[in-house]
């Protein structure tokens, strides 16, 4: 700028001379700024002539010089026109506010003039103060929000939809300060450099007995919010955020007035607000995955005060998220892979309310995920995992599951889910992968849960045939550790309902190798198995009916050498087994005579030690 400054200036000063040539040129000799007006392109022709008056008066080369000079202030003034029209180009280029008309016109005021080009400073937008969601939550009161409820409750008495919706809003306005990078939700679920001190620090407070809570209040009062949760493994660790800032009193302000909606208005509300967070997200993918810009649209709502009305609602009303279950698994845009944080997330918020619910859904909706190998990375396994370890941590979490593990007909394990579960945790030696430890940890309390039950029901009746089903299959697919699984299960449900064995005897021949391994095992545990059953006479029925069907198949000769193999061993162990039966029968009646002789024995010895009691009475 100095430069092109001076170059004007150096014009100005070469325009002045030209004037001074013309007599212009003040008493004093000193520079002076002039205006020009505008030359005509033909001078005058007398003027072209020297006159002989003037001659004495003037330099004689006056008219020449006249030319030269013209011809060198009109180059000079195109140059400084474009020198000037640089300037405006690269004033504009550096400041986006400027403007073209004044611009110009204060440049032009100020050449003609003779001062220097005043650079206009865009004036500093002030900041504003960076909010965050605590500083929000430690000013919220709790009676402030009491009246405010008082109020729209009694204004809205019928329509707790309205209600609910008012409720939001009363969070919304408290947060709408709280900026999105105050509250980077997509990146406090995705991004994953944290330390291992965190981890380990809080494990070990964990084994304490200290309460979850209380170490991450405790934790997330000491450190940003965003490095909490940049490691996967910690992922539990986010269902408190931002719930862990609000102020107890005002939590419990709020759970005890949405206890007292409508199930139905509630369940709508959850679901508005799970899809105002996906409308969120995909904003934020839409921008980043697009090939075209997608124009951004905030929420309605501060997306703060949205998850922290969210986790409040499935906290104390948990189980509206079933009622939502069928919504959720048909339609697409809750099961995409980049929506499956935010579905782990709902999920925790309800397993808080009831440990039950969460391994509800998460047996129905998440379990199923893992068996389709193209639905399922691993990062997504892990996610899915996650918080089924987080729900079985919980305390006294056995009892309450199995205590709970029928809800309204339908069982937090279905025979579905423990099949998938039991192929996940006894895959073929070349299908281990690192979560099968997981999965091998996770596998005995979900069994557990599946198969509990009364076994003498009807419902459980149903459940045992099922189980049968799903096991005599994996037993005869010829994957070891599956295989022993899956016999060990088929042979306590034979131990549970008699009518099990007459489910056997239906399936024996289309599930022979599988039926031989049943057979086998029977055969080598015997003493075991035959302590455990309460009647034998079933399984003596099935071993004759499985005989009689191994003689006929034999005899017709018309399957392989494989399934004619498989017959001749299933008969050999049938044999054996029906050879105990008959030995314990047989031992059972020995011991019947041999009592009785015992007792005809010790009558008549005491007899003869006593002669004369009988005499005497």
């Known amino acids: ?35 020009y007006t505008k030359r005509r392109k033909n001078p005058p022709k007398n003027s072209a002539q020297p006159s002989l008056t003037a001659f004495h008066d003037s330099d004689v080369f006056r008219s020449v010089d006249q030319h030269s000079e013209d011809r060198l202030l009109r180059a000079r003034e195109a140059a400084a026109a474009g020198m000037a029209a640089a300037l405006q180009s690269a004033f504009r280029s550096k400041q986006h506010s400027y403007d073209d008309d004044s611009g110009a016109e204060s440049s032009a005021g100020a050449v003609e003039n003779g001062g220097a080009v005043v650079k206009k400073v865009k004036p500093k937008m002030p900041k504003k103060p960076k909010v965050s969601v605590g500083d929000v939550a430690s000013n919220m009161d709790a009676d402030d929000l009491a009246a405010f409820l008082l109020d729209i409750s009694a204004s809205y008495e019928t329509h707790h939809d309205i209600q609910l919706m008012r409720f939001a809003d009363y969070f919304g306005r408290a947060f709408a300060s709280v900026t999105a990078s105050q509250f980077p939700w997509m990146k406090i679920f995705k991004e994953s450099t944290v330390g291992k001190l965190i981890d380990l620090w809080v494990k070990t407070m964990l084994v304490q007995g200290l309460e979850m809570n209380s170490i991450l209040r405790s934790v997330i009062s000491s450190m940003p919010i965003v490095d909490l949760f940049d490691e996967p493994q910690l992922y539990f660790l986010r269902i408190l955020v931002p ?14 007035w949405i206890n007292q909606r409508s199930f139905e208005a509630v369940a709508s509300f959850v679901l508005w607000l799970l899809d105002n967070i996906h409308a969120d997200l995909e904003i934020h993918q839409g921008t ?11 929420p309605s709502k501060s997306l703060v005060a949205i998850f922290v009305v969210l986790a409040m609602s499935l906290r104390r009303k948990p189980e509206v998220l079933i009622s939502l279950l069928p919504i959720m698994k048909e ?8 929506k499956l944080p935010v579905t782990i997330w709902v999920i925790a918020q309800a397993s808080q309310g009831d440990l039950a619910v969460g391994l509800y859904i998460w047996t ?31 305390p006294k979490a056995l009892s309450v599951l199995i205590n709970g593990a029928v809800r309204k007909g339908e069982r937090l394990v279905p025979p579905s889910a423990l099949e998938l579960l039991m192929r996940a945790t006894f895959p073929a030696p070349s299908a281990r992968v690192k979560a099968t430890e997981r999965f091998e940890a996770v596998y005995p309390t979900l069994k557990e849960v599946a198969v509990a039950g009364s076994s003498g029901s009807k419902a459980m009746k149903q459940v045992l045939l099922q189980i049968m089903k799903l ?38 021949l289309d599930n022979l190798e599988a039926s031989v391994l049943v057979l086998k095992k029977l055969s080598n545990e015997w003493k075991e198995l035959s302590a455990k059953t309460p009647s034998l006479e079933p399984l003596k029925d099935s071993l004759k009916s499985f005989q009689q069907k191994n003689e006929k198949e034999l005899s017709s000769g018309e399957h392989g050498a494989r399934h004619h193999a498989s017959l ?11 050879g105990r039966l008959s030995r314990g029968h047989g031992c059972t009646i020995s ?25 005497s009475d």
């Open 243 to 256: 719930l862990s800032h609000i102020p107890e009193a005002v939590y419990k302000t709020s759970v005890d």
């Open 288 to 298: 980043v995955k697009g090939s075209k810009k997608v124009a951004q649209q905030a």
């Open 364 to 394: 129905h909706m998440l379990l199923p995920m893992l068996g389709g190998k193209s639905s399922c990375n691993p990062q997504s396994r892990d996610l899915i995992l996650q918080l089924v370890e987080r729900i079985l941590s919980s």
């Open 331 to 338: 339609n697409p845009k809750y099961q995409a892979q980049d």
């Open 568 to 578: 001749k061993d299933a008969d050999k162990y049938c044999k054996v087994i029906s």
């Open 471 to 508: 096991s005599i299959k994996a037993a005869g697919e010829g994957i070891p550790d599956l295989s022993r699984e899956a016999v060990d299960i088929f042979t306590w449900c034979l131990n549970q309902n008699p009518d099990c064995y007459k489910q056997w005897d239906l399936i024996y």
């Open 591 to 615: 011991k019947v005579f041999a009592s009785a002789a015992l007792a005809v024995g010790a009558a008549a010895g005491f007899a003869l030690l006593f002669p004369n009691l009988q005499s």
């Open 1 to 35: 700028m100095d430069e092109n400054s001076a170059i004007i200036e150096a014009i100005l000063r070469d325009d002045g001379l030209a004037a001074n040539l013309n007599g212009h040129q003040s008493q004093d000799s000193g520079w002076k700024t002039v205006s």
